[in-house]
């Protein structure tokens, strides 16, 4: 019996050492950024269709998504950033499917949807329980400007174009305080795991 987790949490939240820990004890972990990824990489229908509403300006000089400027557009264009999003959700959602699908017939015990929006992305359906990595939105900002080098205006949009940390929290099972040590974090986790069995 496959057991799926949900892991969220804001950007610059922290998700992916949680991630990254519970691999190291024995999950196997659908990474919702890798395949958003996948779906718009060079040649892929995504892309087609990305560059049929928004240009080729949004391309490199070797024919991928310029993920940055696209990035920058859409965060400040709400309209802009459904029209990306009716695109994309689709064929992420048709490939996390066929993810899961493929880690039960393997038999897999703990597996792990980590997935940024999936509460905007209705894939809590798919989860028998769902964490959340929870810091205060000042400490997201101060992440993201040291982790990616944005202004703190530019890191507040990103911060806020997401679901509030309160929505998120409010909708999971299982609360992870990421705002200490990160071995604190992790004892966190540790302790769901033996409760759960799943170590």
Same mark, same amino acid.
């Given at each position: &019996? *496959?057991?799926? %987790? ?16 519970? #691999? ?14 996948? @779906?718009?990489? #060079? ?17 490199t000089n070797s024919g991928e998504l310029n993920r940055k400027k696209l990035?920058?557009? @859409?965060?400040?264009? =709400? ?5 990306? *999003? ?7 959602? #048709?490939?996390?499917?066929? %993810?899961?699908?493929?880690? =039960?017939?393997?038999? +897999?015990? %703990?597996?792990?949807l980590d997935i940024p929006l999936l509460f905007e992305g209705n894939y809590?359906?798919? +989860?028998?329980?769902? &964490? +959340?990595? +929870? ?5 997201? @900002? #101060?992440?993201? &400007? ?5 202004? =703190? ?6 911060v806020l174009s997401q679901m509030s940390n309160e929505e998120r929290c ?15 974090? %992790? ?7 033996? *409760? &759960?069995?799943? @170590?």
């Open positions: &019996m *496959t057991y799926i %987790l949900g892991l969220t949490g804001g950007i610059a939240s922290g998700k992916s050492t949680v991630s990254h820990f519970l #691999k190291k004890h024995g999950a196997r972990i659908i990474d919702g950024d890798l395949v958003a990824r996948e @779906v718009v990489q #060079k040649k892929s229908v995504g892309l087609k269709q990305i560059v049929s509403i928004f240009g080729e300006d949004y391309l990035g920058n557009l @859409v965060f400040n264009n =709400k309209e802009m950033l459904n029209q990306l *999003t009716d695109i994309t959700s689709p064929l992420i959602h #048709k490939r996390i499917e066929e %993810l899961i699908d493929e880690a =039960k017939v393997t038999k +897999c015990r %703990l597996l792990v809590e359906k798919y +989860c028998d329980s769902v &964490m +959340c990595v +929870c810091v205060p939105q000042e400490l997201q @900002v #101060k992440r993201l &400007m040291s982790r990616d080098g944005y202004d =703190k205006t530019q890191a507040r949009q990103r409010a909708l999971a099972d299982v609360l992870i305080d990421n705002s200490k040590q990160v071995e604190e974090t %992790l004892k966190q986790v540790l302790k769901w795991l033996m *409760t &759960m069995n799943l @170590v």
